[in-house]
T-cell receptor, first 114, second 116 residues
Framework: AQSVSQHNHHVILSEAASLELGCNYSYGGTVNLFWYVQYPGQHLQLLLK??????LVKGIKGFEAEFIKSKFSFNLRKPSVQWSDTAEYFC????????????FGTGTRLKVLA | DAGVIQSPRHEVTEMGQEVTLRCKPISGHNSLFWYRQTMMRGLELLIY????????DSGMPEDRFSAKMPNASFSTLKIQPSEPRDSAVYFC??????????????FGPGTRLTVL
């Protein structure tokens, strides 16, 4: 069955610390990959996406993610977090054919201390 | 474009009452998704439509839940009768599925439902 695992459920960092959130998926075919962010009380917003090409994807607000096909991973990174990055982060995977529906991970709650 | 529009933004109702949540997808998008988000269960896909046709409703919790999409610009999610355990934030999302492989989903602001 298709699944997405986010290993870190809660992460607490100080401002300026580096961030890496793990995301692994289980699916046998070609996929599109996404990271969404949900700020407190708000809806999900797209942070970045991978469809094809360069496996290192840059998104908004200084975030980036690297698709490692051999490891079925799509980890999110940011070199220096800010207090305003406090949010919940969701990894999502979608097949490129068939249903196209997303499989979401359980989310990682990030708290950045000022 | 105004993005995905949902109404109401907040709904408080009593157990047993009917609740109807509404969604207007982004114009031109042909896929629409309903999600439910709770602290306990996270983000769950309830149902999704493609070209107004329900494709997968396996996430709909039970017969009390129903969803319709009478046309390309409107969808409803109905709960009848509502129960306290239905309290959650319900998100609608739309996607330009079928327009190539680029099936990014765009989320609405959500409806926060509280059933007393």
């Amino acid at each position: 069955a298709q699944s997405v695992s986010q290993h870190n459920h809660h992460v607490i960092l100080s401002e300026a610390a580096s961030l890496e959130l793990g995301c692994n998926y289980s699916y046998g075919g070609t996929v599109n990959l996404f990271w969404y962010v949900q700020y407190p009380g708000q809806h999900l917003q797209l942070l970045l996406k991978y469809f094809s090409g360069d496996p290192l994807v840059k998104g908004i607000k200084g975030f980036e993610a690297e698709f490692i096909k051999s490891k079925f991973s799509f980890n999110l990174r940011k070199p220096s977090v800010q207090w305003s990055d406090t949010a919940e982060y969701f990894c999502a995977v979608s097949p490129t054919s068939g249903t196209y529906k997303y499989i979401f991970g359980t989310g990682t709650r990030l708290k950045v201390l000022a | 474009d105004a993005g995905v529009i949902q109404s109401p933004r907040h709904e408080v109702t009593e157990m047993g009452q009917e609740v109807t949540l509404r969604c207007k997808p982004i114009s031109g998008h042909n896929s629409l998704f309903w999600y439910r988000q709770t602290m306990m269960r996270g983000l769950e896909l309830l149902i999704y439509f493609n070209n107004n046709v329900p494709i997968d409703d396996s996430g709909m919790p039970e017969d009390r839940f129903s969803a319709k999409m009478p046309n390309a610009s409107f969808s409803t999610l109905k709960i009848q009768p509502s129960e306290p355990r239905d309290s959650a934030v319900y998100f609608c999302a739309s996607s330009p599925r079928g327009q190539g492989l680029y099936n990014e989903q765009f989320f609405g602001p959500g409806t926060r439902l509280t059933v007393l």
